[in-house]
């Protein structure tokens, strides 16, 4: 959360810094603010809200060769101008911050009782800690010296007045990279921000610290001792990072998903079978030993998790555990012999599931870690003993689409492998691939219905609550289907599992409340028909996204929307979409900031 942009060049980097924070404003949006250093003074320019009402405010007349940016997610302190990064201290120290200082008010209490802040944040504490020491020592020397104090997590980059051409940043549990250019080099919160002036980055690690100027960059362990990193090429595009003539980020990559389940399968599946080497050299470790899967995430990527333990109990007979990540790393737990946790995670920086990975990694009785991740360079991947990319594509939306149906197809291809040595057979194995295989198209087909689910937003998007039903794992895509609604069009959304509905729910059903049901052609179809029946008799409106052999009728109550979803296994991927669409074009109709929904971001990198 809280983007950082910083350039130091021999030209003018107020473009850089403009057009850095719009990449990044997808992780927080309550306000933005450009720090530079010109005429050997700070010059300071904030604004409460997105990011064009900071960009839109600059003159023509800022020439700087080294700035910092920031583009906010509230945590400590209320969106407002006063609690905008930068912040300053005496005019000297110019500092920009993602993460939390746990320890602000000691640190005030030791160092600060008679100095004035500005700002209800506990980022302001940084700019007069490090101002505190530069008194005495060089700017690197007082980051260092500040760092020691300090409890939290951060990325940080640091102007000094009396070092001009001189950027210093550290990390320490939220992500930073440094790119390399030509005359100029660059930090940033993530490659997207920098991708259209480099594709070479350096990913910093926790712990490090660097300076860097037009011309140098130098890397520093946390006891200073000058260490080197590998430079890395990103094969990001500016193209990915754009919405080629669609309105919103969302939409482009809800149709951008019949590719992106594509990628995710390519070159993984050889002759109907998934071979175990997709999940790198150390597969070895953990492959014969594990004997339950615990998997953890947040979010989209929980509901994900969700769908992973139905197919690995029921496909592959692999007992599974799923844990919300906040949950997780708050409990103690009575760990089976021999488990292997699975992270799922977009973005690979959430804190919640980087913190419960940490926690558990080296017990004893973890045989190993799995990330699924559409990140290859996050902290999570990193981390993990094993990785298996989700090739969606940078996903620039705050809310989840493409994401979240790679990280299925991708745990599919888990499923098949882990489930090698345990119930997949060769058969069943080959009937897998071939359902994976043939996505891409069934997902184009589900599109289609965009039109006609349009429609149907135009009397679902007045509604102040919907309920969203579904059963086995088709219940998580309910609730995914939930989020959606709720995420960009506001609209008080809940799910259950449709068997539930009698003990509680069904309480709220009237005609006011429209009844969203997921119903594919399984085994508990009969069971979900008697639940619809039950909300027909309540007088519920239902709309129903189901199976064309289903054999669900529209009738004065009920609207059904036929999905192309054979009897299989991936079914729950097919029937996300059309919750996707519902959810966005409510969105549209309403007005809201689909791409940008109020109070959240994209990338929780705070507790
Ligand atoms: C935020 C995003 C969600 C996402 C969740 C987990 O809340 O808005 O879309 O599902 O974080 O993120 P991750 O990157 O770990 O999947």
Known sequence: ??????????????????????????RGYDSAGIAVIQDQKINRYRKEGKVVELTSSLTDNINATIGIAHTRWATHG???????????????????????????????????????????????????????????????????????????????????????????????????????????????????????????FIYLEDGDLATITFENVNIFDKNKNKI??????????????????????????????????KATIQDRIINNAVPKEILGPNVEKYFSKFKVVQIIA???SYHAALVAKHWLERLAGIPCHAEIASEFRYRSHAVQKNTLLICISQSGETADTLSALRKVKNEDHYVGTIAICNVPESSLARECDSTLITHAGPEIGVASTKAFTTQLTAIMLLVIVLGKNFEITKDLEKSLCKQLQGLPEKIKS??????????????????????????GSHFPIAREGALKLKEVSYIHAEAYPAGELKHGPLAIVDENMPVVAVAPNNVVLEKLKSNLEEVKARGGKLYIFADKKAG??????????????????????????PLQLLAYHCAIIKGTNVDMPRNLAKSVTVE
């Open 298 to 300: 947040c979010g989209t």
């Open 228 to 261: 080197s990193r590998e430079i890395k090429k990103s094969n990001l595009s500016l193209k990915s990072s754009s919405k080629e003539g669609y309105e919103h980020f969302m939409i482009k990559e809800i149709f951008e998903q019949p590719e992106a389940v």
């Open 1 to 26: 959360m809280c983007g950082i942009v910083a350039a130091a060049s021999k030209f003018n980097v107020i473009n850089i810094l403009s057009d850095g924070l719009k990449h990044l404003e997808y």
């Open 78 to 200: 209320k969106p407002s101008e006063e609690n905008a990064h930068p912040h300053v201290a005496e005019e000297n120290i110019a500092i920009v911050h993602n993460g939390i200082i746990e320890n602000h008010i000691e640190i005030k209490n030791k160092f600060f009782k008679n100095t004035t802040f500005t700002s209800e944040t506990d980022s302001e504490i940084l700019a007069h800690l490090i101002n505190h020491f530069a008194h005495k020592n060089n700017t690197l020397d007082s980051v260092h010296l500040s760092l020691q104090e300090i409890k939290g997590s951060y990325a940080l980059a640091v102007i000094n007045k009396k070092n001009p051409g001189q950027i210093i940043v550290a990390r320490n549990g939220s992500p930073l990279l440094i790119g390399i250019g030509d005359q100029t080099n660059y930090i940033a919160s993530d490659a997207h921000a920098l991708i259209e002036h480099t594709n070479k």
């Open 446 to 471: 589900t599109l289609a219905l965009d039109a006609e689910i349009a429609e149907l937003a135009k009397v679902f998007s007045d509604k102040e609550h919907a309920l969203f039903l579904g059963r």
């Open 552 to 577: 669900f009728k529209n009738d004065d109550i009920s609207q059904v929307f036929e999905i192309d979803a054979p009897m299989n296994p991936v079914a729950p991927i097919l029937f996300t979409i």
